[in-house]
């Protein structure tokens, strides 16, 4: 499902007015299941579209698509809360955890100056983790992570699993698991994420090397900035990741 809305601006000059419409992306979800389930996560689907902090959209566009391919299976990755109670903390838990990983301080920086940009991004963008080059294709639209989903099964064991934790949440289940399938990829040393809906202020970064850590207050409630970045190993096989992302299966297994 991907929602959006139409937005009008103005440019005026000493002359001539110039008006502008462009689209923005207001909501999206997406996931792997039965086709008996269809009706109602479409349901659910538009639910949440028309009733999202962004703003109602123009236009909702569901999208249904019949996998033939088996899908691959991935561990879901453990889940950390850190204590955080700014920004300004979050960004010091960010390069040190990340630059264990020998992520680079320019890259990092180079990261955060993309999730904190006004305009955001519709995917996520690639970063080599040494020398900091952007490598994804297309800058405006990014890198969408498509056809990922959790195991029928499994389903009612990850609810109780997040219940424990008090995060029981369809923004953290779906987030896990595409965290979960962007770590299984080997050429993505780690993840950092932040919600660019205004009031959701808990971010995360993660890797194979220390799971899915959530970090509260990354950003200040109602700052619309946000977007997610993939710290992409140097030697890597730029055309192979970006068809694992978006176009092969994978679904999440509890391994507990």
């Known amino acids: 499902m991907r ?10 000059e000493v002359k001539s007015q110039k008006s502008e419409i462009s689209e923005t992306h207001i909501s ?37 698509e019949e996998i033939k391919e088996k899908p691959l299976k991935s561990p879901l990755l453990p889940v950390t809360t850190i204590e955080c109670d700014s920004p300004a ?42 020398t900091g080059r952007r490598i994804e294709p297309d800058r405006e639209r990014g890198v969408r992570v498509s056809r990922l989903g959790i195991k029928k099964t499994d389903r009612k064991k990850l609810g109780q699993l997040l219940s424990k934790l008090h995060i029981n949440n369809s923004i953290v289940k779906e987030a896990l698991i595409l965290a979960s399938k962007v ?34 207050n990354i950003k200040n409630y109602g700052e619309m900035n946000g977007g997610r970045v993939f710290f992409i190993r140097e030697n890597a096989d730029v055309t192979a990741l970006i068809n694992f992302l978006e176009k092969t299966p994978v679904v999440i297994k509890i391994l507990i």
């Open 3 to 12: 929602a959006s809305k139409k937005i009008r601006s103005q440019e005026s």
């Open 89 to 130: 903390q979050a960004e010091d838990i960010i390069f040190q955890k990340l630059t264990e990983l020998n992520i680079s301080r320019k890259t990092i920086n180079l990261a955060l100056k993309i999730l904190k940009s006004e305009k955001t991004m519709r995917g996520a963008a690639l970063i080599t983790a040494k």
């Open 183 to 216: 770590a299984s990829c080997h050429d993505i040393a780690a993840e950092i994420c932040i919600s660019d809906d205004p009031d959701y202020t808990t971010g995360y970064i993660a890797s194979r090397d220390f799971g899915y850590l959530r970090i509260p």
């Open 28 to 64: 999206g979800a997406e996931g792997l299941y039965d086709a008996s389930e269809i009706p109602r996560i479409s349901n659910d689907y538009i639910k949440r579209a028309l009733n999202h902090s962004k703003g109602k959209p123009d236009k909702i566009v569901i999208t249904i």
